[in-house]
């Protein structure tokens, strides 16, 4: 296992690479890049505050005046690109940040005054609660009403729930968010949840069984829109691999011997039917955790990673957009190798060495 774990880490070295360079050399045919987004927004606000920004003096315009119209000096337009990096070549460019990450610096942003990290780390906390609760309830519900399909299969049981899965599964996340907010939020009804953020102002001088009680208030509403679509996919499977395993040999001669049906489903068929579920929840998490949010983020204002990722295509922030892509795909092949592991401690008779 170990020889396995060795390879597998050394795999992630090729692939993370990989996908930094196809993005970033697909970034940059993109149009509108960080300078073109400064000089666009320095035209807009006149000569005193392209001066301020850039640092280079303009004296030769009238104090006061307006040059959005007539374009902005070549000499700021080159401090700019010297201040991004842009004075130099894409190749060059590409290998002093890959320079960088491999020190786990990841640079400042364009537009921020702060650093990527400090960026990731002040929205870290709303995408963790989001995804880490999220995640949880879908497994704590999922399981057992898989477990329930897969006894009752074709019941009116097993009927009833699978349309009312489907039917949450339609439903966009942003559009059940919606609908939260008009019915529990103070939209048309009542106002029995805070739209707001994931404390109340001034929480912190509040005791901590309160502040844990309203820290979980603000959660409610914003993980019920993330969950909702998200129970059909992983019901489905528990039931297919808990069907799969109940019709097998072994449960047959479990059930011939006398052991009860609560025995043989948790007994014997539980631990071999789960093996694919638990392996993929670090998957699972990771996926709720860096993606789906960003529209449920915007309604329940909440600042997390799905909405500084956006923000930051949106303006072209190359550091932000790069630095977040290194970090979430290092986790995300790390979390892989993790989902192996758990196969080996689910089911001990898996061995990863023997098959390489």
Not at 194 to 202: E, Y
Request: proline letters at 4%; a positive charge.
């Amino acid at each position: 296992m170990t020889a396995y774990l060795i390879r597998r880490l050394l795999l992630v070295i090729p692939t993370l690479f990989g996908i930094i360079t196809i993005n970033f050399f697909v970034i940059q045919l993109a149009p509108g890049g960080p300078v073109e987004q400064m000089v666009a927004e320095l035209k807009g606000r006149g000569t005193a505050i392209s001066g301020r920004v850039t640092g280079i003096a303009t004296e030769s315009a009238a104090p006061g005046s307006y040059r959005g119209a007539q374009g902005l000096d070549p000499e700021i337009i080159d401090r700019i690109k010297r201040t991004f990096g842009f004075d130099k070549p894409p190749l060059q460019r590409f290998f002093e940040m890959l320079g960088n990450y491999l020190r786990f610096d990841f640079g400042r942003s364009f537009f921020r005054d702060a650093t990527v990290v400090q960026l990731v780390a002040q929205r870290l906390p709303v995408s963790i609660s989001l995804g880490l609760w999220s995640t949880l309830l879908i497994y704590w519900v999922s399981i057992p009403l898989g477990i329930a399909k897969a006894v009752r299969d074709g019941s009116q049981f097993d009927v009833a729930s699978s349309a009312l899965v489907l039917v949450g599964y339609a439903v966009p996340s942003f559009l059940f968010a919606i609908l939260l907010v008009v019915l529990f939020a103070g939209g048309s009804f009542v106002q029995w949840f805070p739209l707001r953020g994931l404390t109340t102002s001034g929480s912190e001088d509040w005791s901590w069984p309160a502040r844990v009680i309203d820290y979980a208030w603000h959660m409610v509403l914003p993980t019920v829109a993330l969950i909702a679509g998200g129970f059909a996919s992983l019901t489905i499977l528990t039931k297919n691999c808990f069907l799969e395993e109940i019709r097998k040999q072994y449960v047959v001669t479990a059930r011939a011997k006398g052991a009860s049906e609560r025995r043989v489903l948790y007994g014997h068929v539980f631990r071999n039917a789960i093996l694919l579920i638990v392996a993929g929840f670090p998957a699972a998490f990771i996926s709720i955790l860096f993606t789906s949010a960003l529209l449920v983020e915007i309604i329940f204002s909440l600042d997390g990673l799905g909405l500084l990722g956006f923000e930051s295509a949106i303006r072209r922030d190359y550091p932000v957009m790069f630095g977040t892509l290194y970090m979430f795909t290092l986790v995300g092949l790390l979390m892989q190798i993790v989902g192996d592991l758990l196969y080996t401690v689910v089911d001990p008779r898996i061995d990863f060495e023997a098959r390489t």
